[in-house]
């Protein structure tokens, strides 16, 4: 698989936190009550304790499935990236042996379904390339797609009868702010 690291990641970190995430005030507004609960059983909260698909504004809960189907349908590459490296425990893309935390990374997005694919059903304890924690989106950034290392049960159906299935918890996202401009360097 061709996975290119992008030059100018910071830039485009930057870009995908203005176009997907509130802000730390943001989100204690929208949150208050929890923050409320939190910090009353003595946790300290920070905006980077938090995972960015918590920070995201608008987002729908999806199955891994249907997550992967909409990444296999999208022509060309794709942008994608980890959890920020002053996450704790901050999983990188691993190319060559090398982790890299916090970078920006491109590829075909079709490759990158079925590795990504690959990687979940070979489970944690494989050797992996990519965080069980990924932000995939392209270069208009009018939508992202989240794959994260949850699990969340959804209501399928098997041979005409309803049946819980767990599957990893996906997002798919769409940015509140209008920002122009390219991704390419």
């Not at 946790?43 to 938090?50: A, D, E, I, Q, V």
């Not at 059903?121 to 797609?145: R, S």
Request: charged share 35%; net charge negative; proline share 2%.
């Amino acid at each position: 698989m061709n996975i290119k690291i992008v030059e100018n990641g910071k830039d485009i970190r930057k870009r995908f936190s203005e176009n997907f995430l509130l802000s730390w005030k943001e989100f204690k507004t929208e949150n208050n009550e929890w923050i409320k609960l939190m910090t009353g059983k003595g946790y300290s909260l920070s905006s980077n304790m938090l995972h960015l698909y918590e920070l995201i504004a608008i987002s729908k809960e999806t199955s891994f499935e249907s997550a992967i189907k909409r990444l296999k349908a999208k022509e060309g590459d794709v942008y994608f990236m980890s959890e920020d490296e002053s996450f704790p425990d901050c999983e990188g893309v691993v190319l060559d042996g090398v982790s890299y935390k916090g970078g920006v990374f491109k590829a075909p997005a079709v490759q990158l379904a079925e590795l990504i694919e690959k990687e979940w059903n070979n489970g944690e304890d494989a050797e992996n390339t990519l965080p069980f924690d990924l932000y995939v989106f392209d270069e208009t950034m009018k939508k992202a797609i989240v794959f994260t290392a949850d699990m969340a049960s959804y209501e399928d159906e098997e041979d005409g009868e309803v049946v819980e299935v767990e599957t990893r918890l996906c997002f798919s996202c769409k940015r509140r702010r209008n920002i122009e401009g390219s991704l390419q360097k």
